[in-house]
């Protein structure tokens, strides 16, 4: 075959790159053309893989063939860059359990690549060299002559020559140069590649047989190994094949390698024998009975970068267009992440989905991006390894890496783009890097000057340290963007995930290109539900027409086509939004200062003087309170409007007398003025006990299409969280009853019905708009809730004794919180909990003799009712109830659902890593950590004892959860700062028993000030990370224990005009603006949000920041709600953006919301923020 004349996109290089670029770009039926000047098979050096390379494999269909061809699997490397314990990276936290990728034989792997081009449908030559490119003049579409930059304008043609002495030359629309080092392009053309100085370095390499495996016994045997020398000018590699042979190659700067050998005046295998045994002893001594098999193989191994990867029709790809050191294996994962990017953006433009010059800057800011994080985390290694002496990526007293590696896992191997570990760049940079900051705004130009920036600093690798304080912000933002490579390998697509300049990628075979990231197309819509346009039926609307029958009205105007075509008169009517209660009216005021005592009991709030009217209703409480003297523990009874009321809660205790009388009886009192009837109307679940009437359902359940799209929202945004179900067995039941209703059992509906509830109740009222665009969210809400309750009826869920059912109330509660009063709500988890007891959940199935599998879904589901019910009787007042001794079941097993199948035989074998469980059994494992703390305080245990116990929950959890945590990946993100921030709120409630605030020293104050940062910049790094937002319907205000009380010691350091100064107090009211920037804490109906908004303006008025020329929006909005600090809060328009689930806007700022008047506030709505962990206590003697 010869090679063409023509084609629409000519790729230059039959390397990893441009090979991965043609075999897209021809799935997509675009006519390739592929030239490589070597012949295959061709020798290439670089035979250790990463994690990431299965995905890519996997989206081209390549991936079964590398599995089978016998390449040595890889399931991690170890690197030792001290004299420290050597760091292992686990491929099974990217890849799962028995995850692994390969060392390769690169001439093997590089001509299957190339291969698989030419049957995707590319035109493949090999042994054709291209020599010469033409370029017309191109100054449009936006690009346009620049006398300081190279522009040789639009390639159009290409002369080539073969071996055999034929020549020709062919036209083409599009050009990806992958051409390897040579990079004809960036070399010839361009003439824009920079050479990095402080890593030019040589390598030299042979293959060796007969070797000892490395680790011999350990969890990391026979890994690929990598040595720094001892001298530090490099390191080594050592990388075992399939055949037997280990590839042993020493990489170090050429000035001193060239200096060494130079005055050994020795042979070169003799040298590098010479070398190897002198710099590199633990190699060394692997291959001390091993031969050499090849000759002594050397080249220069200079990192460089360039300009610009993209211009007018043209794409650099792989080595190409950047190169950097191999030492984390790197170059095969770039040259992958390159050409993609070259096919998707040359698709883009040829399609029309954005401009030529969009596309181009679109390739060039990714190439940027992934070089320019493996740049940040190869120097920083490299800098520890030149400097041994000192402890950079490690602190002193640690005896490994574990840590610096946790931080720059997603990098090396290849899952992310992102993270470099906290010795890369200066110490105000670590705490972000650490909590991996998401996506943040920032300009194209304030990013290509910050790279640039990074890419001067090549010639010194302390020059990352010369960053100004305002780069380094740009470079976190970059450095902890989300390139998503997740986890899942049908989740490559993930990758669009990553916005540049306002467009994120389409990777799905037959729509790759860009599109806008701010709205989903509608074929993308379609996609998600995995039906055409045509074939989708609409939801079912109330008409009232229709109703009887149960057909659907599509609700065109004036009449839908249904009745239309009867004749009929077609009546419209949306779903009534739910009545207002009428509530009583109970003074701000009053429950603002009830707020304001109990934060000053607690040493967060200074004492004032009380006023006399406190002082009276201080008497009257005690008249109507009748606990017995000298028990602290007794609870309070309150007796008026002809009943009697006890609260027996540490908490609404402490609010104090007439407070409780009044306040708390007015708060729990929402639903007294509504009849009987009324309440069994529009609450089916009173009727499961008064009069209990059956409904069919059947024109309540979604089409399929839409049920197949809210079980993937559930899967996505619900399970994480609240890990209930065993997925492969719901998601069957899903997949074939949905299509099917009238198959479901009485139980299995209320599962279905729940399942779809909660996956509403998480989606945000722009997203419903986008899937169901003829259905508002209120109306999907309301629809299935009266399902869910309704299918509870029906199934008689009080006499149940289906774990399903059980199952099905807990999701249906764990999503209706903020929807019943306190009161109505603890008596429905109540019921939940004896139903559990009949079921006999709350003893552990093992000791039943249960099936494992039972045993898991039964302590799944008990340990969210126990947490479920503690919190709700805690919130009602009513205190939590002792957990009988004889309540033994065990926590649920650190164990992926793919290792969990029903009627499997027993024992189970927990998996230790990461698994979909690890944030359910952290959460679980702090509380219970939380718990021992806070009894250990009670019962007067000194300050080492308990900094003690905080040092043991800091080591386990780090141990068992962190140390398998990805970053990148949302749901292992937010255990981190969850965790971590925890471990932080233990010490700062600590810190706040031993003294108040006005007794404080000035180092006590500076010790909790320190606390009271790490949990606010936790805070704010969830809530800037994009991929978090998904969770939002799981908190209303702070996520992370130990947050109120960071705030408001905060502001409490800010009213004092001398405790915080200079740099502090800007920091601390950039940090309090982002709070109040990223979520709702100025709910005017939350009495709590009242008195801290009352604080902060004190704090405002006492300490501003200097320099601060505009007044932040939150402050306006608490002075126009309460004019001063010292004013009583007045009837106000509150306005404030919010960060809620069914907010449509989730940016950060202040917009103007309104939230009515102070004076019409719910008493009913009060949200405490808080999870009560007592009810855990009797189980810690057994699990703790």
């Known amino acids: 075959m010869s090679v063409p004349t023509r084609c629409s996109v000519l790729v230059i290089g039959g390397g990893p790159a441009g090979s991965y670029a043609a075999s897209v770009l021809a799935r997509e039926s675009v006519d390739v053309v592929l030239l490589e000047a070597d012949v295959f098979p061709r020798y290439h050096i670089g035979e250790s893989m990463i994690a990431s390379m299965r995905y890519f494999l996997r989206f081209i269909g390549l991936e079964e063939d590398f599995d089978k061809h016998g390449f040595t699997k890889k399931f991690g490397a170890t690197f030792k860059i001290t004299d420290k314990r050597a760091a292992y990276t686990d491929f099974s936290v990217s890849l799962g359990p028995e995850g692994h990728t390969w060392n390769v034989v690169r001439s093997e792997a590089d001509e299957m690549i190339f291969r698989h081009a030419g049957k995707s449908g590319a035109q493949i030559f090999d042994g054709t060299k291209v020599n010469d490119i033409t370029f017309v003049p191109y100054e449009q579409d936006g690009f346009t002559s620049d006398a300081r930059v190279a522009n040789p304008g639009r390639p159009v043609s290409a002369s080539w020559s073969r071996k055999d002495g034929s020549s020709g030359s062919i036209e083409f629309d599009y050009l990806i140069d992958a051409s390897g080092r040579a990079g004809i392009i960036s070399t010839k053309y361009l003439k824009n590649r920079k050479m990095n100085e402080a890593l030019k370095n040589i390598a030299n390499w042979a293959y060796w047989k007969g070797a000892a495996p490395y680790a011999k016994g350990e969890r990391n045997e026979n890994s690929p190994f990598f040595e720094a020398l001892k001298d530090g000018s490099g390191w080594c590699w050592a990388i075992p094949l399939h055949d037997g042979t280990l590839s042993i190659g020493i990489v170090a700067r050429q000035d001193i390698f060239n200096a060494k050998k130079k005055a050994a005046g020795l042979p070169s295998e003799e040298f590098y024998r010479s070398s190897l045994k002198e710099l590199c ?100 290694v490299l800098k520890q390894v030149r400097q041994q002496s000192r402890a950079l990526l490690a602190k002193e007293e640690e005896e490994g890496f574990e840590r610096a590696f946790n931080f720059i896992q997603p990098v090396i191997q290849g899952t992310a783009d992102a993270e470099s570990s906290d010795a890369a760049i200066q110490r105000k940079a670590a705490a972000g890097v650490e909590f991996a900051l998401g996506v943040n705004e920032i300009s194209a130009a304030q990013q290509k000057a ?41 989740n490559i697509e993930a990758l669009a995930g990553d916005t540049i300049n306002g467009l994120a990628a389409v990777i799905e075979r037959g729509k790759i290109g860009l599109r806008s990231a701010s709205v989903l197309s509608e074929a993308e819509a379609l996609h998600v539900l995995g039906v055409e346009a045509e074939e989708r039926e609409r939801m079912m609307n109330l008409n009232r027409t229709l109703a009887v029958e149960a057909v659907r009205c599509d609700r065109s105007s004036p009449k839908c086509s249904t009745c239309v075509k009867r004749g009929a008169d077609c009546v419209y009517q949306r779903l009534p939004p739910r009545p207002r209660r009428k509530r009583r009216a109970e003074s701000a005021e009053r429950k603002v200062e009830r707020y304001e005592r109990i934060l000053s009991e607690h040493g967060l709030l200074e004492n004032s003087p009380p006023t006399a009217s406190e002082s009276g209703r201080t008497t009257q409480a005690k008249e109507s309170c009748s606990p017995e003297q000298g028990q602290p523990d007794a609870g309070i009874l309150i007796g008026g409007q002809g009943g009697t009321r006890y609260i027996d809660d540490r908490i609404w205790v402490g609010l104090g007398g007439h407070a409780i009388a009044r306040g708390v009886e007015e708060a729990f009192a929402g639903h007294r003025k509504t009849s009987d009837a009324e309440a069994i109307l529009a609450d089916p679940l009173s009727a499961t006990a008064f009069t209990p009437s059956h409904q069919p359902l059947f024109r309540f359940h979604p089409a399929h299409e839409e049920a197949m799209y809210l079980w993937k929202t559930h899967l996505d945004r619900v399970e994480p969280i609240c890990r209930l179900l065993h997925i492969p067995t719901a998601a069957q039941l899903i997949l074939t009853r949905s299509q099917n209703p009238q198959l479901l059992s009485p139980a299995e509906e209320c599962l279905l019905f729940a399942i779809y509830h909660f996956a509403v109740h998480s989606l945000t009222d722009d997203e419903c708009r986008r899937q169901f665009p003829h259905t508002e969210r209120d109306v999907l809400l309301e629809r299935f809730s009266f399902a869910t309750e309704q299918a509870l009826v029906n199934v008689g869920w009080l006499a149940t004794t289906d774990l399903t059912v059980l199952q099905a109330v807990v999701f249906f509660l764990l999503a209706s ?101 690890m944030f359910c059994l952290a959460r679980a494992h702090l509380g219970l950590c939380f718990l021992k703390v806070s009894r250990a305080t009670a019962n007067g245990a000194g300050h080492e004892i308990v900094e003690g116990l905080i040092q043991q929950a800091e080591s386990e959890v780090e141990d068992r959860y962190i140390r398998f945590c990805d970053v990148v990946d949302c749901l292992h993100f937010q255990t981190i700062c969850f965790a971590r921030a925890a471990i932080h709120a233990m010490r700062l409630r600590l810190c706040l028993s031993k003294f108040s605030f006005t007794t404080a020293s000035n180092a006590e104050k500076k010790e909790i000030y320190g606390l009271t940062q790490k949990i606010m910049d936790a805070n704010i790094a969830m809530h800037s990370n994009a991929g978090l937002r998904k969770y939002l319907w799981n908190v209303r205000t702070f996520a992370i224990w130990g947050s109120w009380e960071s705030l408001i010691f905060v502001l409490n350091s800010l009213c004092e005009a001398n405790t915080l100064a200079g740099e502090d107090r800007e920091d601390a009211w950039l940090r309090i603006q982002q709070l109040y920037g990223s979520r709702n804490l100025c709910d005017w109906r939350q009495v709590l949000h009242v008195a801290v908004g009352r604080l902060a303006l004190k704090a405002w008025e006492a300490s501003p920041p200097g320099g601060w020329l505009v007044e932040p929006g939150f402050v306006t909005t608490i002075r126009e709600s309460f004019g001063s600090s010292q004013n009583k809060p007045r009837a106000c328009n509150a306005s404030h953006e919010v960060t809620d689930p069914s907010a449509s806007n989730l940016a950060l700022g202040a917009s103007v919301a309104q939230q009515g008047t102070l ?25 703790g």
């Open 817 to 917: 919180r903020h929807k019943h009063d306190p009161n109505s709500y603890w008596i429905l988890t109540g019921a939940a909990m004896r139903i559990g007891q009949r079921l006999g959940v709350h003893r552990d199935g093992e000791r039943l003799g249960m099936p494992p599998f039972e045993v898991e879904m039964r302590r799944r589901l008990y340990y969210q009712l126990l947490p479920l019910d503690g919190a709700a009787s805690a919130a009602s007042g009513a205190g939590i109830t002792p957990i009988p001794e004889n309540w033994d079941c065990k926590p649920p097993l650190n164990i992926s659902d793919a290792n969990l199948q029903p009627g499997m035989p027993g024992p189970l074998v927990e998996q230790r890593g990461a698994t979909e469980m």
């Open 450 to 490: 910050v790279l640039d920036k990074v890419q001067d600093a090549g010639h010194d690798v302390n020059g990352l340290e010369k960053l100004t304080d305002d780069e380094v912000e740009i470079l976190k933002g970059i450095a902890g963007k989300q390139q998503a490579l997740t986890l899942h390998a049908s």
């Open 281 to 380: 002893p633990e190699i060394s001594e692997l291959v001390k009975d091993a031969q050499i098999v090849s000759g002594i193989k050397q080249a220069a191994d200079w990192s460089y970068s360039a300009s610009a990867y993209a211009g007018p029709h043209f794409r650099l790809a792989g080595d190409a267009g950047c190169f950097i050191d191999p030492y984390f294996s790197s170059g095969v994962h770039l040259a992958f992440v390159s050409g993609l990017s070259a096919a998707l953006t040359v698709q883009a433009a040829r399609k029309g989905q954005c401009s030529e010059l969009a596309a181009a800057k679109w390739h060039s800011g990714k190439v940027t991006e992934g070089y320019t994080r493996f740049l940040l985390v190869v120097m920083t």
């Open 1159 to 1183: 004076e019409d506030v719910a008493a009913g709505d009060l949200d405490f923020d808080f999870m009560d962990w007592t009810a855990w206590e009797q189980m810690i003697k057994n699990y």
